[in-house]
């Protein structure tokens, strides 16, 4: 939920074609948000989002990070082999994640727990929960003001979605490989704008 809210709500305030927003209410926050209402666009969200799934199961309580960028597409000078298309990026958006595993999932803890350990733990996790929910609003307001007073550096392209590509990583990427490739490509392309 957390990551669907976060680029969801940066793919409706940098889609230009007409779309019909649709609210979202997350299953575990009390948190609204708008999607763009394109089918196209959802599937592939929750495409990036099961892979980032599947990569956290692997490597649990890892840091890891998830990356939207907008870009252009310019023609290459043509050579003799080949004429490429070269990709400009104008918007980056890094959204730094720290997934753990809930306290007290361990094979340590069974169901011979006492009932108030385990009435402490449920306490514990709704008011971590409710934290969660407050930072997750934080970070969308942060991301609707950031949208809304930075619009300079986008390109001049009407009705349409802009070029994008969300990289998450995969189950075969190793912690350390896949930063450093997102690190690279970020210092290589021109523009940055990142939250944190």
Partial sequence: DVVLSILHTIFFHRTLTLVRPKDVDCDLFEITYVQCGLAELEKEVDEKINQFIAWAEKHPNRKSQVCLSFFDEKNKHPGW?????????????????????????????????????????????????????????EVLFQIINYANEKKDHIPPISDRIFNHEILVPSSSDSVFGWNADVLRRALSSGHSYSLN
């Fill in 81 to 137: 082999f080949s004429s490429k298309t070269e990709r400009v990026y104008w918007e980056q958006w890094f959204i730094n994640l720290h997934v753990t595993s809930p306290k007290g999932q361990g094979k340590s803890r069974g169901s011979k727990a006492p009932a108030n350990t385990k009435g402490q733990a449920l306490e514990e996790t709704s008011s971590r929960r409710d934290a969660l929910s407050l930072l997750i609003q």
